[in-house]
């Protein structure tokens, strides 16, 4: 059973950072490309950032590109998402995403809250 476990989530100011953490168990990660995702209430999960799972190819959500950075340490089972120079719209609850060979796989979501 693949589960991932997001942390990191928040409260804070505009012109601030967080980073978010996702672990994953039960499963092979260095085979998985990893992936952020966030929602805001009424509206559909967003893409925020991936990496591949050779960590050669990163992308980024337009609006966050330059502030927010993906990376993984395979050794750890972790994907990072360090976010810099937070805006009020950057609000929403972030969700890990494992990308499976026939499935995709999902963490419980951390908040972060954006105050301006």
């Known amino acids: 059973q693949v589960q991932l476990v997001e942390s990191g989530g928040g409260s804070v100011q505009a012109g601030d950072f967080l980073r978010l953490s996702c672990v994953v168990s039960?499963?092979?990660?260095?085979?998985?490309?990893m992936g952020w995702f966030r929602q805001v209430p009424g509206k559909e999960r967003e893409f925020v950032a991936a990496?591949?799972?050779?960590?050669?190819?990163?992308y980024y959500e337009e609006s966050v590109k330059g502030r927010f950075t993906i990376s993984r340490d395979n050794a750890k089972n972790t994907v990072y998402l360090q976010m810099n120079s937070l805006k009020s719209e950057d609000t929403a609850v972030y969700y890990c995403?494992?990308?499976?060979?026939?499935?995709?796989?999902w963490g419980q979501g951390t908040q972060v809250t954006v105050s301006s």
């Open positions: 995403n494992a990308r499976g060979v026939s499935r995709d796989y």
């Open positions: 039960g499963g092979t990660f260095n085979r998985y490309g």
């Open positions: 990496m591949s799972w050779s960590a050669t190819n990163t």
